[in-house]
């Protein structure tokens, strides 16, 4: 019983640490960036999959008046197109379709598109 509380206690002690890895708040960031957050968080909780971001991500883009954008390249696939801003709780908008590519500024920097 002891062992089931220590692991309980662990696991929720790795979730608090979690939230942690969330966007800064009024950030702007690239596509890729938000994914590489998620994937530390699953690297982090290991057996645990978290995916906050690949689900938000597709989310923000339908609700986005910039939705077609990046279907509008036809046969040329534009990686990471996406700028994002976040927001409280780590909630994400579609601030910009950056058709040449995000640029990731490194921590503490707001990303860029490579040409707006």
Do not use: W
Not at 43 to 63: G, M, R, V
Not at 86 to 115: E, K, P
């Amino acid at each position: 019983m002891k062992l089931l509380h220590t692991l309980v206690a662990s696991v929720l002690g790795l979730a608090v640490s979690v939230q942690a890895t969330d966007c800064t708040e009024g950030m702007m960031y690239c596509q890729s960036v938000l994914e590489d957050i998620g994937m530390a968080t699953r690297l982090l909780l290991n057996l645990l999959y978290y995916a906050k971001y690949s689900t938000l991500i597709p989310q923000a883009i339908s609700a986005s008046d910039m939705s077609d954008l990046g279907s509008a390249t036809g046969a040329l696939e534009i990686p990471y197109g996406y700028l994002f801003q976040c927001g409280s709780g780590g909630s994400i908008t579609v601030a910009n379709f950056c058709g040449l590519g995000c640029v990731n500024a490194g921590a503490g920097h707001n990303d860029y598109c490579l040409l707006p």
